[in-house]
């Protein structure tokens, strides 16, 4: 998220009583990017001026900047009451925001655009806060203000298309995702999200080229690989869902979902001693999936292993008694081994 300032500045810089204000000097550290050195020098000129809002409101600010946002909060809460400004108020939001407090968030960027409506950030803001509290409408409105004051914000954009892609408006979201690509076509994350409202509109084709161009960007995109396999699955093209799979493999050897979904690709394939060593990968990394054991089941059954496959499917409905697949998976293995 943006700042209100790109750099801070100070009005308060007339000499105190207890000396020259330092502000100045502290300004001068803080605009170099000197951050702890203008936070000393903030925490002094306190020391000599408690009341000075301004330096108040500069200390809050090196701390939003170093990532302190509690302080920031407490401290910024202090000039609000006080000095009501709307870059005051955006970063005490953004300081809310980014602690984990988006309802109070959303109340100070609506504080921020009463005192000024045309700050493109500040609107942006507010729609971030209401998206993570679930107001997709409100922040579609949001990130539409955004655009109206700012319109080649790529970042509304792509935040608008998510909030259309949640109150089910998918061609508004698949068109929110192509303009932001088309003002800036190097952002993965705008592929990747164009690829998921797209394989959800059913058109995966389309689908299947936007992630392409996100892992053209960046080829070790670890959730664009997963989607672009299950997307080629749903398409019918298992050869290229088992190609992307062992990219994925090759980068996060850990999810053991990627070798079950492997494995369940090489099972109806026909390669059962591969789709066996899927499932055991998947079974070493998580121990207790059911799913995994069934199908690992399955692949033992295929084989005519009929004690091992039961003992997976027993494991399988110990994990979730009320596994209909498994109970039934068993029953038939079980009717096999008694003609056997």
């Known amino acids: ?38 936070k000393q020098l903030y925490i002094q000129e306190l020391s000599r001026r408690p009341d000075s809002g301004e330096a108040l409101r500069l200390l809050g600010l090196v701390h939003f900047q170093q990532g302190d946002y509690g302080r920031t909060v407490n401290l910024m809460k202090k000039v609000v009451a006080t000095n009501k400004n709307a870059s005051t108020y955006n970063i005490y939001g953004q300081a809310l925001l980014m602690g984990g407090r988006p309802e109070e968030a959303a ?15 500040t609107h942006f803001n ?11 409408e409100e922040a579609v409105s949001a990130y539409r203000m955004a655009l109206y004051f700012k319109p080649d914000y790529v970042a509304a954009y792509i935040n608008l298309g998510a909030s259309l892609k949640k109150t089910g408006r998918l061609a508004d979201s698949i068109e929110a995702y192509r303009k932001a690509i088309s003002y800036k076509a190097d952002i993965p994350e705008a592929h990747y ?22 892992l053209a ?27 992307a799979y062992q990219k994925l493999i ?73 596994y209909p697949a498994a109970a039934t998976s068993l029953e038939q293995v079980q009717q096999l081994q008694a003609v056997a």
């Open 126 to 136: 507010l729609g971030a806060a209401l998206q993570l509290v679930g107001h997709s």
């Open 1 to 38: 998220m943006n700042t209100m300032t790109d750099e801070p500045v100070s009005s308060d810089q007339a000499p105190g009583e207890a000396g020259t204000s330092l502000l100045p000097e502290a300004l001068q550290y803080h605009q170099a990017g000197d951050l702890e050195h203008a």
């Open 193 to 214: 999200n164009l690829g998921m409202a797209l394989r959800e509109a059913g058109l995966y084709g389309e689908a299947i080229e936007a992630f392409k161009a996100a």
């Open 250 to 322: 090759a980068l996060r050897p850990e999810i053991p979902e990627v070798h079950y979904n492997l494995g369940d690709l090489w099972l109806v394939s026909g390669r059962i001693d591969q789709a066996q060593e899927s499932f055991a990968t998947a079974l070493r990394l998580r121990p207790a999936f059911p799913e995994a054991l069934l199908r690992h089941g399955h692949a033992l059954q295929v084989q005519g292993k009929l004690d091992e496959a039961a003992a997976a499917y027993r494991k399988a409905l110990e994990l979730r008694p009320d």
């Open 217 to 243: 960007l960046r080829p070790d995109y670890v959730e664009t690989l997963f989607n672009i396999a299950m997307t080629y699955v749903a398409f019918g093209r298992l050869a290229e869902a088992v190609d």
């Open 107 to 121: 109340t100070a960027f609506r504080r921020a655009l009463e005192l000024k409506q045309d700050l493109p950030e």
